[in-house]
């Protein structure tokens, strides 16, 4: 039987560990697209600005849904699938990986920030592989099944199942 989530581990998951290592990721691009000074993207700095606007409300209705789908209380006691997380195993995760960085990415106007904003999933991918485990760890075969019908931070459009 795996020993119960401390209340930090319940509230913010792999997120601190993940947050740094976009930080640091972040920080790299800056100083790659210092370096490199890539030609801009997209001119119509409006488009830009309305895409990234676009891409904060959509996180914080994702954001939202999240936190009403499953309270911070009840992480790690229950193992919801529905609401967001019927469509993402970590919906808060996803609002930020899947659509605010992309829509950053695009305002900042730059190939180096389109390559940070995907070179973030794999990263996330491996420091979500954590707090997966202990999920295995509490719902057991349950969580497994769940994994297989949902993608971790894009709806999966085929089930492996």
């Avoid at 830009?48 to 994702?62: D, K, M, N």
């Avoid at 993402?88 to 940070?116: M, Q, T």
């Amino acid at each position: 039987m795996q020993k119960p989530l401390s209340t930090f581990n319940k509230l913010f998951g792999s997120g601190p560990t993940g947050v740094v290592a976009s930080l640091i990721l972040l920080f790299i691009a800056i100083w790659l697209n210092k370096l490199l000074a890539p030609p801009p993207l997209i001119a119509n700095h409006a488009l830009r600005l309305g895409i990234f606007l676009a891409s904060c409300v959509l996180a914080v209705v994702i954001i939202a849904w999240s936190v009403k789908s499953l309270p911070a209380l009840d992480r790690g006691n229950k193992l919801c699938t529905g609401g967001a997380f019927k469509y993402f195993r970590h919906p808060l995760y996803a609002a930020f990986l899947s659509v605010f960085d992309f829509g950053l990415a695009i305002y900042l106007n730059s190939i180096v920030y389109i390559v940070w904003a995907i070179a973030l999933h794999p990263v996330w991918h491996w420091v979500i592989g954590y707090e997966e485990k202990l999920m295995i760890g509490i719902f057991g075969q349950d969580y497994i099944d769940y994994a297989g019908k949902t993608g971790r931070f894009f709806p999966r459009l085929i089930n492996k199942n």
